[in-house]
């Protein structure tokens, strides 16, 4: 009896996971984020649904977890959490900053940020307890990378997409891009999203899962998965982000090179007349739509600014300084600072010029290029927080992540974390990616004959380019829909390195 309930409960929790897998495009659609929604209940349904569920299953799999170790592992690393925690709210707690409210900090905040990104290492516990079968986890691959390419091309054509950047709708459709479109409208009113929320979250989910929609049709050479693919490349070109359009280069580039590699060293005989389509297809697909796609189209910031004369008294604002002449300084900076380029935001709302009038005369001493580099002066704002509260426990224990939100978050994942959590909350927020795909990397490498296919060495290669593509255009790691998806994979990858045989559910 007590086995047929185990095997009852593991039936729930398989279908369970896959389901929730194969929804987390939909709960990124743009709706649920917005202002209206988000008012109801303070948080977005999509965060609430995502709780619930992993929820759900972390029950399910701890029921019927056999694995004492396992169990104790667990148990252990979430206590140092709790200790991490608690040490990271007290530390917090005692901030030193200029701007009257606390630079929005908040403790129910900074323990909600904790456990939403607890949630896929816990889908990567899940994941490899469940053994997928490779038939579903291949179905929800398709299923999650079909339904968003689908959606942004279709929004697209029919001039229905919100814009990558912005939240308006698209100007013109990819038809436009060939007939002048970019003399009436900028690159920004042409670059599409679908309906989804963020179009460099979703640029980076595809960067992710194109790797993975390579490997299944290689082994899976039908006109279905051909088209997927070409679907998921328009769209990648449609985002009209860097990230989207030289990932897909990427891709390609690699998912060739493997091929080559497998059928020289491996002696794997992948190389056929489908092969050759789907890369021969690739390549068209980009190299037709790359000199109109919006991001060859996006002027640069040299372009933009670096010609243009400054008619900035940065003289006169030295003077009001040495003279201590604070109330002049104050104005000088309210009446100068669109001329200096500066962005609206940044100095009105997220680290006000009032209360750090220093801070922002360095910026204005700063070359114009490097004030419209909008990620440096992120990085500074937290720089310049950290340095004015003095602690030297930040750098262990973080700035907060509600503090570090208000500044704006940074567009370098890892670094922003190591702002707002500190090193240790690094350490046990994001180390266990790196431990999983480096103990991954290790055992491939040790049973290279058995371990070193096609298969696994694309999807380690798709996990490691989607960390390196977190660091350099940021917003990775603290988006669900990526995380969640990108613990699957892992979770996957992991059971097919580890385990000597898989558990069928379904019979």
């Known amino acids: 009896m007590k086995n047929l309930n185990i095997q009852y409960i593991n039936k729930i929790k398989y279908y369970l996971l896959i389901l929730f897998i194969t929804i987390q495009p939909i709960l990124d659609i743009h709706y649920f984020y917005t202002e209206k929604v988000v008012n109801i209940i303070g948080f977005s349904p999509s965060t609430i649904i995502r709780i619930a569920i992993v929820s759900i ?16 592992t667990i148990i252990v690393y979430l206590l140092l959490v709790f200790i991490y925690t608690i040490f990271h709210i007290i530390n917090a707690k005692s901030f030193n900053t200029p701007v009257p409210d606390d630079l929005g900090y908040s403790v129910i905040g900074e323990i909600f940020y904790i456990i939403r990104m607890l949630i896929p290492l816990i889908i990567i516990i899940i994941t490899i307890n469940t053994s997928v079968s490779r038939a579903d986890y291949e179905r929800a691959i ?12 279709l929004s697209n054509i029919f001039e229905v997409s919100l814009a990558s950047y912005g939240t ?24 599409s999203r679908g309906i989804f929320n963020s179009a460099n979250q979703i640029s980076a989910l595809l960067v992710l899962l194109l790797p993975i929609m390579f ?31 030289y990932g897909a280069i990427i891709n390609i580039i690699i998912y060739f090179l493997a091929l080559v590699f497998m059928t020289i ?3 794997q005989q992948l190389l056929s007349k489908k092969i050759f389509v789907v890369l021969g297809v690739s390549v068209l697909v980009i190299t037709s739509l790359y000199e109109v796609s919006p991001v060859i189209n996006r002027p640069s910031l040299e372009e933009n600014y670096g010609n243009k004369k400054e008619f900035i008294r940065i003289d006169l604002l030295k003077k009001y300084q040495k003279n201590n002449e604070h109330d002049k ?43 419209r580099d909008w990620r440096l002066l992120e990085l500074k704002m937290h720089q310049r927080v950290m340095d004015i509260n003095g602690n030297k426990n930040d750098k262990w224990l973080g700035i907060s992540f509600t503090r570090s939100e208000h500044l704006f978050t940074l567009e370098r994942d890892f670094v922003a974390q190591y702002y707002s959590m500190g090193i240790f909350g690094v350490i046990l927020l994001l180390g266990p990616y790196v431990l999983a795909i480096l103990a991954c990397v290790i055992k491939m490498l040790f049973q290279f004959k058995n371990k070193f296919n096609l298969r696994n060495s694309i999807t380690i290669f798709a996990i490691i380019f989607i960390l390196g593509a977190s660091i350099n255009s940021g917003n990775v790691m603290d988006c669900l829909t990526i995380t969640i998806i990108l613990g699957f994979i892992i979770g996957k990858l992991m059971d097919d390195m580890f385990k000597k045989q898989q558990i069928d559910v379904k019979n």
């Open 57 to 72: 299953l972390a029950l399910l799999t701890f029921i019927t977890l056999r694995d004492k170790k396992i169990k104790a």
């Open 168 to 191: 308006g709708i698209i100007k013109q459709n990819i038809f436009g891009w060939f007939t002048g479109a970019y003399d009436t409208y900028k690159y920004s009113d042409l670059a």
């Open 215 to 245: 490997i299944i049709y290689t082994y899976q050479q039908n006109i279905k998965n051909l088209l997927i693919i070409i679907l998921t490349l328009i769209s990648m070109v449609m985002l009209g982000t860097k990230v989207a359009l």
């Open 329 to 371: 300084v104050i104005e000088f900076i309210k009446n100068n600072y669109k001329d200096a380029k500066i962005k609206d935001e940044f100095i009105l709302q997220y680290y006000p010029y009032q209360y750090d009038p220093e801070f922002w005369i360095e910026v204005f001493e700063m070359p114009l290029i490097k004030r």
């Open 265 to 267: 060293i491996r002696k």
């Open 142 to 153: 398709k299923i999650i990378i079909s339904f968003i390419s689908l959606t942004i091309v």
